[in-house]
């Protein structure tokens, strides 16, 4: 007993001595953030009008957490929209209810209500973002997530001497709400966004914007590590920074080999952190960074260009100031063409696993359930006494396996965990299309697309390769899938129709890149793996927001394990109602 006592004395004692404060500082630690969800009036191109912001701020706050850090963010709806977030890359292990998609790991956060998200950040370290996961609302609701290394665990990479997150965006005069709630109602195209943004900023290319452009300040001969951020609704986009080569470090959260590269290229919902190395003197020139869209569909896009400026610091410290950089030259940087599809593939060919003891690439050698699945557009009839505006007089529709994926009433996490899915989705997604047909050639018209509210249910710890494969039903186009609850190896991609005799033989299993979203390429394939660790229902779909209001959009539900670490908890007290 007394020994008891003595240790408790030495224990209290300890927790105020230099070693022990140091041994806390290692520990993971609760990080808590509040959101209060609020409109706000923003200007931008001389249009005022009132935005969905988190706290106020377009783009939303940073929420920086280390690696094995707990989150959590109470986010409370003073907006008439009904509102989620969605934390994108963050695995969720056995924490899907923290995932965010409305009606598909929960219902709706309403007017006056609030829902507090809790997750454990495991396993990953680099850039992620977070953005709403409801209609079009993350047009002007999202922000960067910032994941350090556990402390003292240095980068694979030189140390920056600083770390800057440059997010895209797109930015609408009208309400991005009524752009895509008009394009529903008629069956077209919705309206192209009219700027692209660099940090909320269009930069001085567009009309009345010069004073909005992003400005980045260097000092000559320091490196800087930009964490890219593509949280575009619509368009994959390149960037490049005039004279200046980047070297690419992390691709969703998970370091890669690094390579360099004059021009990049992300996909809405990919993140890529890159290092660059600024030169060693105050060039007399001012640089531009550029972003513009990388297009291979048929229909209208924002054609626009966004930029911004590397604003060099001289000698005494003092950057070049506002008014002198109109005098000197801006040098821009060269894009590639917008239909550039071998840069693409060619791009995406770079990108690999670290794939060593500190890191490995843990990619699935074995497969127990194989899954082939279409991508791509096509129509649905227009209603009786309506006129439509999509191809022929239909409505635009998107599908995986030609099902177009309709939304549930209630949430589809809560009707699995409590075993009602009666009425609210059936198992019955096929894992292969229905009709096989030549998917990258002359397209067949009797592609029809049913809608359905259908799942794949997956035994806990099912190793899974699936192949997606673009349609060129309405014209060949890129795609970025993104998985959410789990990061897949990417193993083979390329054009055509895939061959599944021959493809499979070139498959990377060595060192694949691991990420979350995926560009299926335009007219092609991509093949990836991941094993299904995490209980749950994860939502797959297109980033290109407006594919995923047509249905391009699918779910796994991952069943529990046998085990109790193996099993989803019971949901949150606060886990809003329908
Ligand atoms: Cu970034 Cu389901 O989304």
Redesign the pocket.
Known sequence: MAAVVFLLVLTALCSSTELAHAQDEDAPITRHYKFNIRMKNVTRLCVTKPIITVNGQYPGPRIVAREGDRVIVKVVNHVPNNITI?W?GIRQRRSGWADG?AYITQCPIQRGQSYTYNFTVTGQRGTLFY?A?ISWIRATVHGPIVILPKRGVPYPFPKPHKEVPILFGEWWNKDAEAVISRALRTGGGPNVSDSYTINGLPGLLYNCSSKDTFKLRVSPGKTYLLRLINAALNDELFFSIANHTLTVVEADAVYVKPFQTDVLLITP?QTTNVLLQAKPYSPNTTFLMAARPYVTGLGTFDNSTTVGILQYKTKQGQSNSTSLFNDLPLIMPTLPALNDTNFAANFSSNFRSLANSQFPANVPRVVDRRFFFTVGLGSSPCPKNQTCQGPNGTKFSASVNNVSFALPATALLQAHFSSQSAGVYTADFPSTPLIPFNYTGTPPNNTKVINGTKVVVLRFNTSVELVMQDTSVLGAEAHPL?L?GFNFFVVGQGFGNYDPIKDPANFNLADPVERNTVSVPSGGWVAVRFLADNPGVW?M?C?FEVHLSWGLKMAWVVLDGPLPNQRLPPPPLDLPKC
């Open positions: 969605h994108h998609p953005h996961h919902g993104h959410h939502f779909h980033h």
